[in-house]
């Protein structure tokens, strides 16, 4: 069917499969905010929007007086970016998609932008173009490719002038926002638009529903492309293909539409910065408890890193998206393509947490228990029942509880000095 530019017949289009299989994403905040390092990537409003004082004088004593934001971009580098080396370590991570920044609401294009003349990677900065070169790479690793996109942008004159008449006159919107759409679409064919800067005006003033209906319609990846609910004033949780609602958005109970949480691995920034230290990072069991209460309650998970401007991904973030791997490498069959179960989380306690795969049930525990007893009282057991923890060889003995559901005997695990790993998966075969 053709779609109409319209969200009544946009929303009812069916969100390509791969999306809800895929689970597990990286995102990539990189720009000319990664220069100054600091604060975080709405830095350039901090300073001259807001004039922040602490910003203001972070400036002033770091650089020259009379410096511009403008001058950051040539100190943008990327010397150090390399996209094999990054689509490696996404893959490793266990991320099925990576959602890049090709342009936040400081304007700048991470690719030749035809609508961005000197305020983009190709003619400033790095002098390559970051976008189709990472693209690249994850489609050579099997990744999905998602383009980060601001609609807005702080200080563009053109955008400024439109907000000035109420937002009735769309001059950024027909010189600057929709080319560079089209340009990204046309160029790198991405499986997905995770689309931002929404919040200031209508959709109607975006004409987002004319670029949807292009996109499902006609576009190169009309069957295949997947975006998210940032399309205008009052659009996020109601309108587009899946939900993000809210940054670290986390629903509670099991919502009815498809959604993604996106959380960042740096708790105070998106962006990378120079002062980050060890406490403001997540450790690993957040990001686990995070997954899997996030894929339990049938969303994706979405992890940011903000890499330096020379475009190297921080040890310490590396370290973190590894140990994401190894426990998808070990767990990886209770998150990847399942489903959300008839229930979500024990009623007890939110450290069980529950997903499915046809017949199939599993049960993720996030804290071992003490006797190495688990009790589970949603599952109802049969008497061929059968209980494997994964990653580990061999099935577990069970009995059905006094009260109701089962109590399963896990391995004897050794007493060690070093905290175990974060969360283990049951597989439970002929339950209901």
């Known amino acids: 069917p053709r779609y109409r530019p319209d969200w009544a017949s946009l929303d009812a289009r069916p969100l390509p499969a791969w999306f809800d299989r895929a689970k597990v994403g990286v995102f990539v905040h990189w720009g000319v905010f990664s220069v100054p390092a600091w604060g975080s990537e709405w830095f350039w409003w901090h ?14 004593r770091r650089f020259p007086p009379g410096t511009t934001y403008a001058d950051f971009a040539p100190r943008f580098t990327g010397h150090d970016f390399q996209p094999r080396q990054w689509a490696q370590l996404f893959q490793q991570a266990g991320a099925r998609y990576v959602v890049l920044t090709t342009k936040h609401h400081e304007g700048f294009t991470n690719w030749g932008s035809p609508v961005s003349w000197n305020w983009n990677s190709v003619d400033t900065g790095p002098h390559r173009d970051l976008v189709g070169e990472l693209g690249e790479a994850l489609r050579e690793s099997n990744l999905r490719y998602g383009l980060y996109h601001s609609l807005m942008e702080w200080f563009n004159p053109l955008y400024l002038a439109d907000k000035e008449s109420g937002f009735r006159t769309q001059s950024f919107v027909l010189k600057k926002t929709m080319p560079e759409l089209y340009d990204l679409v046309l160029k790198y064919k991405p499986d997905l638009i995770w689309s931002d800067g929404d919040w200031e005006a209508p959709d109607s003033y975006w004409n987002s529903t004319s670029f949807l209906a292009w996109l499902y319609n006609d576009s190169p990846v009309k069957d295949t492309v997947v975006v998210n609910d940032r399309w205008g004033q009052g659009c996020s949780c109601h309108h587009g293909g899946f939900y993000n609602c809210a940054d670290k958005y986390r629903p509670g ?4 539409h498809k959604w993604e949480m996106c959380s960042s691995l740096d708790k105070l920034s998106w962006g990378y910065r120079s002062d980050m230290n060890l406490t403001e990072v997540m450790d690993e069991m957040s990001v686990i408890e995070e997954l899997v209460q996030t894929v339990s309650l049938g969303g994706n998970y979405l992890l940011n890193v903000g890499p330096t401007k020379e ?3 921080a040890p310490i973030f590396q370290e973190r998206l590894l140990a994401l791997g190894r426990w998808l490498g070990t767990n990886g069959e209770a998150i990847y393509e399942s489903q959300p179960w008839r229930v979500q989380m024990e009623n007890t306690t939110d450290t069980v947490w529950y997903t499915s795969k046809g017949p199939l049930v599993f049960a993720i525990f996030l804290l071992w228990p003490r006797d190495s007893d688990l009790h589970l009282s949603s599952p109802i057991p049969s008497p061929g029942t059968r ?4 990653g580990y060889a061999g099935t577990l003995k069970w009995q059905k509880s006094p009260g109701k559901g089962m109590l399963i005997t896990l391995p004897y695990m050794l ?3 070093l ?3 974060p969360g283990w998966a049951v597989k439970l075969e002929g339950v209901k």
Do not use: N
């Open 387 to 390: 209980v494997t923890l994964l």
């Open 311 to 313: 475009g190297v991904i």
């Open 47 to 60: 300073w001259q929007g807001r004039h922040d004082a602490a910003y203001e004088r972070f400036v002033r």
């Open 253 to 256: 109970t099991l919502p009815d």
């Open 415 to 417: 007493p060690s000095p």
């Open 419 to 421: 905290p175990p790993q």
